[in-house]
């Protein structure tokens, strides 16, 4: 009896400690701390119109890696330099699988997208053949001439609104200049007018595919509601994406009824991808070839237009910083001379302005969200699979531990004392992501952002429309997969 008792009371006791063990250890293991859900909504209701602002002010409470509950996901935010290193580099594999949005089911378009796929063969395929064409040293050192040429006939189009006197919206012809730069290495042709006054067609179906897919979508957050799209979503993103694939379709024809007509070949990027489609009809369909130039048109054209309407708007907000940047190019060019990529090195004021802006207006702002696909351990806390990962690279670039002098001041000579790179190796300051799922395209975007930039201010005098006053100038943001000032910048540019 009493061996009985003995071995019953011994088992307990194990089993007791056990319990308390995995009870200490799961307490150590838990989620990030963060805001308590609501039934069913869970903290949707925190994220508001500007996400990535309503997500920096909780983190000013819970911290710089918090979780919150959005419907029927879970959300762990990063908005410190530290556990971004962990997430995009350290444990860059764990966290390198994108979260699907659910518009971008649209035309199977996420299927074969260089931007939403896994890390994966196929992926790692269609990137090499981007890295090679389109963003290696040489291809990029060979477009040289393109990108100023299309520079030059920006500040053409500038001119003449000067001599009549004329309000340029600073969004339009920058994506006309980025739209012709980018359709001309893609297809050799323009597919914008650059002298005319006339919006670009494809800018309104661009605009509208980056305004509906950047829209938070019910469907996304309750999976349950995917058949009904409440929010008719992916039905819009359908019939915009449609459009561009229609676009993209015709051009692929009718190079192919070309290069059957005349035997010829051409060394755009259209010709290389039909090369090695023919070649390997199993690596390259017309789905990825589809996706592929749709993610170059969103990458690279949009983000490049949002950028250089952010810096100008912050240039002619502070006519100071107009007049250092006037002065350094008047001193390094000569005013009134073209600015060649060559001259960009020699010109640091100017390369302190386009990173200022990188800081505080970073093209996408929580980054490209990721998923877990199994339970991670984060800095003592569980990322649970299927969990969504946001870096919010907004938060960052405002982070007082690091921006100590007045970090939400637009102030381009903070970086005379800080060497930051923005190719993604300095976490504070990562506007294009870093690790193996950087934004590909920004190796073109930093080529052509100064020169555009430094080509306008060293042609032009600027004075907003309708007699506004720098200080009154609006910069209210507008969320979306790229952020973007609501209200347009019109200006009129007369000679220096």
């Keep these: 009896m009493d061996y009985y008792t003995l071995v019953l009371g011994s088992i307990f006791a194990l089993s007791f400690l056990y319990i308390i063990a995995r009870l200490s250890s799961s307490g150590s293991k838990k989620l990030p701390p963060g805001p308590s859900p609501w039934p069913i909504i869970g903290n949707f209701h925190l994220l508001g119109a500007k996400p990535h602002v309503s997500l920096a002010n909780l983190a000013k409470v819970y911290g710089s890696i918090m979780s919150l509950k959005a419907g029927q996901i879970t959300i762990v935010v990063i908005s410190s330099s530290t556990i971004a290193k962990q997430v995009l580099q350290k444990q860059d594999l764990a966290f390198c699988t994108r979260f699907i949005p659910d518009a971008l089911q649209a035309h199977n378009y996420c299927r074969f997208s260089l931007t939403w796929l896994p890390v994966c063969p196929q992926w790692r395929m269609l990137r090499r ?134 035997h010829t070949e051409k060394s755009d990027i259209l010709g290389v991808f039909l090369n090695h489609s023919a070649e390997n009809p199993e690596e390259i369909c017309r789905n990825h070839l589809n996706s592929m130039l749709m993610d170059l048109f969103i990458g690279a054209i949009d983000t490049t237009t949002s950028i250089l309407e952010w810096a100008m ?61 199994q339970d991670v351990e984060l800095y003592d806390y569980i990322i649970p699979k299927g969990s969504m990962a946001l870096v919010n690279v907004w938060a960052i670039g405002r982070d007082s531990s690091f921006w100590k002098e007045d970090p939400l001041v637009f102030k381009p000579e903070r970086f005379k004392s800080l060497e930051l790179d923005v190719r993604g190796n300095d976490l504070d300051l990562i506007p294009f992501g870093s690790g193996r799922r950087i934004c590909p395209g920004f190796p073109l975007a930093l080529k052509l952002i100064p020169v555009m930039l430094g080509s306008m201010l060293n042609s032009f005098n600027w004075k907003l429309e309708a007699g506004i006053e720098p200080k009154d100038l609006d910069m209210e943001e507008k969320f979306g997969a790229i952020l973007s000032k609501v209200h347009p910048l019109r200006v009129i540019p007369s000679p220096l």
């Design 129 to 262: 053949i981007l890295n090679t064409n389109l963003i290696s040293s040489n291809r990029l050192d060979a477009n040289q001439n393109l990108r100023s040429q299309k520079v030059k006939e920006l500040i053409a189009y500038c001119a003449k609104c000067s001599q009549e006197a004329k309000v340029v919206d600073i969004g339009e012809v920058a994506f006309k200049t980025n739209l012709n730069l980018l359709s001309n290495t893609l297809f050799s042709r323009d597919l914008a007018d650059p002298f005319s006054d006339a919006k670009a067609e494809l800018m309104d179906v661009i605009s509208s595919i980056v305004d509906v897919a950047g829209k938070i979508n019910l469907v996304d957050y309750f999976p349950i509601l995917e058949k009904i799209d409440p929010q008719r979503i992916r039905y819009r993103t359908n019939i915009h994406l449609g459009k561009l694939f229609k676009l993209f379709g015709d051009l692929i024809n009718e190079r192919l009824e070309e290069k059957k007509r005349n």
């Design 313 to 373: 708007a912050e240039i002619l907000r502070q006519q100071e910083i107009l007049k250092k940047a006037q002065a350094e190019l008047a001193e390094v060019i000569g005013k009134g001379k073209p600015i060649e990529e060559p001259d960009v090195s020699r010109l640091p004021y100017l390369q302190f302005i386009v990173k200022e802006t990188l800081r505080l207006h970073p093209p996408a702002p929580l980054l490209i969200p990721r998923r877990v696909d």
